[in-house]
């Protein structure tokens, strides 16, 4: 069974311009989350999806971040526009569901460099 | 509001040597707890999860946690540590209120393992 794919893997842009990051979720999976996780920190929530529905963005810097999962399978996440401190790597997890016992599987994560 | 708080940065043992990783949780109610291991360019992998019942909790790779809820800990241990285990490791904490699961992770613990 395939894991939870990203895309791409590393990115390096200018500060300003806009990056779009891409994840496909476990088949079956009806909850999505993305991640931001710093240099030597842990990862935080940036957004959290029940199927098509964000559930939890409370963390979403929303003047320049966005996410969407229309059909609610696989999800977008943008940035526009970057800045310096936006480097980080972009983690996404699925579940099943959004219960506490079920396990998220994380993907390999996209690193970002800004410029 | 809950939090993490994992102590040791770096650690350093000798392969077959025995391991400890410390971590510390905060929490109002009973708390949903887990490690997870993350390789490097790796997404993180879940080792072991303890949300009720048995304190000492088995997980993936030989390792083992123990719940201490008069520590509010709860530490990672392996008896022989592998070089393969090299490695950074979380611990986070589950927010399981109305049936989310939103993770909070501590800052992680780098394992070198030394031949």
């Known amino acids: 069974e395939a894991g939870v794919v990203q895309s791409p893997r590393y990115k390096i842009i200018e500060k300003k311009q806009p990056v779009a990051f891409w994840c496909n979720p476990i088949?079956?999976?009806?909850?999505l989350y993305w991640y931001l996780q710093n240099l030597g920190q842990g990862p935080e929530l940036l957004i959290r999806?029940?199927?098509?529905?964000?559930?939890?963005d409370s963390q979403l810097p929303k003047d320049r971040f966005s996410a969407e999962r229309l059909k609610g399978v696989d999800s977008t996440l943008k940035i526009q526009p970057a800045e310096l401190g936006d480097s980080a790597v972009y983690l996404c997890?699925?579940?099943?569901?959004?219960?506490?016992?079920?396990?998220?599987?994380f993907g390999p994560g996209t690193r970002l460099t800004v410029l | 509001a809950q939090s993490v708080t994992q102590p040791d940065i770096h650690i350093t043992v000798s392969e077959g040597a025995s391991l400890e990783l410390r971590c510390n949780y905060s929490y109002g109610a009973t708390p949903y707890l887990f490690w997870y291991v993350q390789s490097p360019g790796q997404g993180l992998q879940l080792l072991l999860k303890?949300?009720?019942?048995?304190?000492l909790v088995q997980g993936i790779k030989g390792f083992e946690a123990e719940f201490k809820r008069s520590q509010s800990s709860f530490n990672l241990r392996k008896p022989s540590v592998h070089w393969s285990d090299a490695a950074e490791y979380f611990c986070?904490?589950?927010?399981?209120?109305?049936?989310?699961?939103?993770?909070?992770f501590g800052t992680g613990t780098r394992l070198t393992v030394i031949p």
């Open positions: 303890y949300f009720s019942g048995d304190t």
């Open positions: 999806y029940e199927n098509e529905e964000a559930v939890d």
């Open positions: 088949s079956g999976h009806n909850t």
């Open positions: 986070a904490v589950g927010a399981g209120q109305t049936g989310a699961n939103n993770l909070f």
């Open positions: 997890a699925s579940s099943v569901a959004g219960a506490p016992s079920d396990e998220q599987f």
